[in-house]
């Protein structure tokens, strides 16, 4: 077994990535060590959305620790897709390690010329409204993190007119998921002066599993600043239209807890006497929490068929594993799994 038994591996992270970015910004601002915490924030969101999110790479990860006979804590946390990966030293390296290896090679990979005219031209000039409709013509031509990134920055604050700034939302909303790394990356700080409603409208209609939880996030972190109650009045109506079937019970959970301050109690309080939160019947098979609901069953069964497979006992491991390949003949874990019985 090597010493770095993830070594070189490959996280296949697109060279248009937003993180790429800020990691090359904090390089040259000779900030780009763990101890940075802005740095480190990159590293975790890194590993959060490239790693913990994707069962293909973390398949490929059990692998190649199966293959080399690790069956240690690190193959049983990233088997386990409940299990964080941010914390632990070995990914935490690998995953920086390759990514300065990746801006390298990114860094000499020419940037479309149309799309970088197009989005200087928006964000410079965001008052010319010819230039500005051009612009977002283009990049909603053309989805892509990058395009995406521009879009939702120009409507994170009132820069363009209104019917602009729509057209923009609807593109961004065409393009989805493509622009959810970056919003929910840049929301995180909670940095941002004033609160980027359409963000959180294109997060809830967009069926983005932790819409609800970041929206009470912003009500906790900015309940108590008198300068925002109006944004916070007008985001927590938002809940409303969310698809999250706890929406209500994570309401409540929020006014129940714990030395909440009044002005926190006064904005969900009014939201819950003047919406009337949707109630959910029959999920549907495309929805995001029914899918993950399938995805954390998977995950158990594999792992239970993991542990037949570790102790020895390969035939009942194997028909552990060609029942869960019969409901989903692409899970990532199984097909990894199958390989080696």
């Known amino acids: 077994m090597p010493k770095l038994p993830l070594e070189n591996f490959d996280y296949r992270v697109e060279c248009d990535d937003f993180l790429l970015y800020e990691l090359g910004r904090l390089i040259e601002d000779d900030r780009a060590a763990l101890e940075d915490e802005e740095f480190r924030r990159v ?47 070995q990914i935490m390296h690998s995953y920086t390690a390759y990514l300065f290896q990746r801006l390298e090679y990114c860094s000499e990979t020419a940037p479309d010329d149309k799309l970088t005219t197009a989005a200087d031209l928006l964000l410079e000039s965001p008052e010319d409204r010819e230039a500005a409709e051009t612009s977002i013509g283009v990049l909603a031509a053309a989805p892509s993190a990058v395009s995406a990134r521009v879009l939702a920055h120009v409507i994170s604050e009132p820069m363009l007119e209104e019917d602009l700034e729509m057209k923009a939302y609807g593109a961004l909303r065409s393009m989805w998921p493509l622009p959810r790394h970056y919003i929910l990356y840049s929301l995180k700080p909670h940095t941002h002066e004033d609160i980027p409603f359409r963000w959180f409208q294109l997060l809830v209609e967009c069926n983005e599993p932790s819409a609800t939880d970041r929206i009470l996030e912003e009500v906790l972190v900015h309940g108590d600043d008198p300068d925002y109650r109006e944004d916070l009045l007008a985001l927590v109506q938002l809940l409303e239209k969310a698809g999250d079937p706890e929406t209500e019970d994570k309401v409540l959970q929020v006014l129940n807890s714990e030395n909440l301050s009044r002005s926190v109690t006064g904005v969900l309080e009014e939201f819950l006497k003047n919406t009337e939160t949707q109630r959910h019947g029959e999920r549907r098979d495309d929805d995001p929490w029914a899918q993950l609901e399938r995805a954390y069953a998977a995950n158990r069964r594999y792992l239970a068929a993991a542990r037949l497979f570790d102790a020895g006992k390969k035939a009942e491991a194997k028909l552990a594993i060609e029942e869960l390949l019969k409901e989903d003949p692409q899970y990532p874990f199984a ?3 199958t390989g080696m019985l």
Do not use: C, Y
């Open 43 to 89: 590293i975790d969101a890194g590993i959060h959305e490239h790693v913990e999110r994707r069962l293909d790479i973390r398949a490929q990860m059990a692998k190649r620790l199966r293959t080399g006979g690790a069956a240690d804590r690190l193959l049983r946390a990233i088997e386990d897709i409940e299990s964080p990966l941010r914390d632990i030293p």
């Open 335 to 337: 097909l990894m799994l």
